[in-house]
Every structure is written in C-alpha cells, then in structure tokens.
C-alpha cells in the first residue's frame, strides 16, 4: 500500500494558479494505478481533504476501473488552499468536526463543501488529514487539529498530517497528544524533507507513525532515513508514499518516474528482508488504517 497519493486535484483554483498539480483526468489516475497495480500495489491512500479538488465518484471509477483499491480523506489541508472558502479558515472545531465525521459515517460529499448543497454519496472517508505551514501551529490550525482529534475520537478514524518542508513534526505531536489523540494512530507526511535523523528519531519516540514520501526526488536521502530507521528499530512506524502530486511523475502525463517506481524500483533497492519490506508496505498502513474501537 501506498499511504498518500493524489489522484484527482480538480479545482479552478488549482487550474489557475497550481497547473503542475491540477489532476483532473480519471483515465490518466487509471493508467498510473494500473502500473502500479502490475508492480504489486493493491491499495493507495489519496490524501486530498475537503473542498480542495476532491471528486469521490471519480476516485470511485478510479479504483474500480484500476483494480487498486482507494482510501479516501476527509479533513483540511493548509489555509493557503482556502482562498475562496471562508469557512475552511474561520469555522470552529465543532462545526468542522461535525463535517469530517458525515464525510466518514455517511459518505463524502459529492460537491466537496464547495457550494450551499451537500449531497451525500456512498463512499466514506476514511482517514482525516491535517497539516501545519510552520515550526508550530498558528490560531486556524490548532482550531482544525481540535476538529480532528473530535473527528477521529468519535469514529476512531486514523490522522494523517502535513508537514511543510517536513518541519513542525515535534509541534504537530505535542498538540495532538495535548488533544488526546493516541500517537499510534497518528501519521506524519513529508518528514523525510528533513534528513537529520536525530528530529526523525524525536518524533517515532513519541510512538506516531511517518510517512516518508520523497523518494521520487531525492532517491538518496529517502533510502538513507529508511534504512536508518529500519536499523534503529523502528520498522513498526514506518510507511511510504509517493506524494506524487506532479503530472511531471506520472508516466500518464508524459513525466517520469511514474509512481509505480516507488514499489518496483526503489523499494527493491532498498536491500531490506521481507519481513521489513511487509511490515512498510503491508502490515504498518493496514493496522494505522483500521478504525479503532
């Protein structure tokens, strides 16, 4: 499994201001996760939270057309990608906590929260993702980790962060764990941005989970923290995702590496046993992925 892609990114303000990111072809997703489905990934994480681009009935055709199957998110991304959505920087945590939850329980919006209308489809989300632009979170964001830890108190949903650059992981834990969030139920994104293993080893102390997603830009400094880790015995925590957001990755668009590289390539490279090469890509996303009690 991959624990945070981006399939579909289908917004107008995406479009405009964000082209190398605008996702918006289901039959390129399908091309994409069928060679990933040939390298041996039967599942994927896409990581995209509300009113930011998500389409629930074309990640749908996506998996059921690639054969790979889609976990979907509720949650909010960073304010910069809110410009025209007040309600996703002002609202406070019970009103977001209560949106985050139907997304799980009843099915995630067909309109995204982009409009006045909501209607619900049949696809639950089912992770909440977050994130932090700095050192330590401003105002907006600790009202949206509140709405969170709510979230995923009343479903037992897992979290998923952002972490810009890969910094603000050790503010990110501490506000969560103030929040009463379990760290093991808790996954940090982007952190291999930052190869200074001792910020690495600080945070899986804490007993959250990372997600290391750089591998397709800096092959070396993703393979170094990964077996860094592995050795320092924390092949528990330990998960891999592309992050590969670029139409410049994907195969589908004209780019290279595609995101199947990451299994196929990069992961066999690696010279990690099976054992450690399941726990990554198996057994550690589908325990964090499991709704908790």
């Known amino acids: 499994m991959y624990a945070h892609e981006h399939l579909i990114i289908a917004n107008a303000y995406v479009a ?9 072809s289901a039959d390129a997703a399908v091309a994409e996760l069928a ?26 055709d996506v998996s059921r057309r690639s054969g790979v199957a889609v976990v979907g998110a509720t949650g909010l991304h ?27 329980v009843d099915g995630i919006d067909r309109y995204d929260y982009t409009g006045p209308v909501v209607e619900r489809t049949e696809h639950r989300a089912g992770i909440i993702k977050i994130g932090t632009l700095g050192e330590q979170p401003d105002d907006r964001e600790r009202r949206v ?29 501490e506000l969560l764990a103030r929040l009463g969030v379990d760290p093991t139920r808790v996954c940090l994104s982007h952190t291999d941005k930052v190869l200074d293993e001792a910020y690495h080893r600080s945070l899986l102390d804490s007993g959250v989970n990372v997600e290391y997603d750089q591998a397709l830009r800096d092959r070396e400094g993703t393979a170094s923290l990964v077996t860094s880790m592995v050795d320092a015995g924390y092949a528990d925590q330990i998960m891999l995702g592309t992050d590969g957001a670029r139409r410049s990755m994907w195969l589908a668009h004209g780019g290279r590496p595609g995101l199947a590289w990451l299994y196929r390539d990069f992961a066999a490279g690696l010279g990690l046993d099976g054992a450690a090469r399941r ?3 198996e057994d550690n996303p589908q325990r964090f992925l499991e709704l908790a009690a």
């Open 16 to 24: 405009e201001h964000l082209a190398a990111i605008h996702l918006d």
């Open 279 to 281: 726990r990554i890509f």
């Open 35 to 60: 060679a990933c489905r040939a390298a041996g990934v039967g599942a994927v994480v896409d990581a995209l939270p509300c009113a930011a681009g998500r389409d629930a009935e074309r990640l749908a």
């Open 145 to 173: 980790f509140e709405a969170a830890a709510l979230a995923a108190a009343e479903t037992g949903a897992p979290i998923l962060t952002h972490c810009e650059g890969g910094r603000g992981g050790l503010a990110q834990v």
């Open 78 to 104: 960073t304010a910069t990608w809110y410009p025209h959505h007040p309600w996703a920087v002002e609202a406070p945590p019970a009103e977001l906590a209560a949106l985050f939850v139907a997304d799980i």
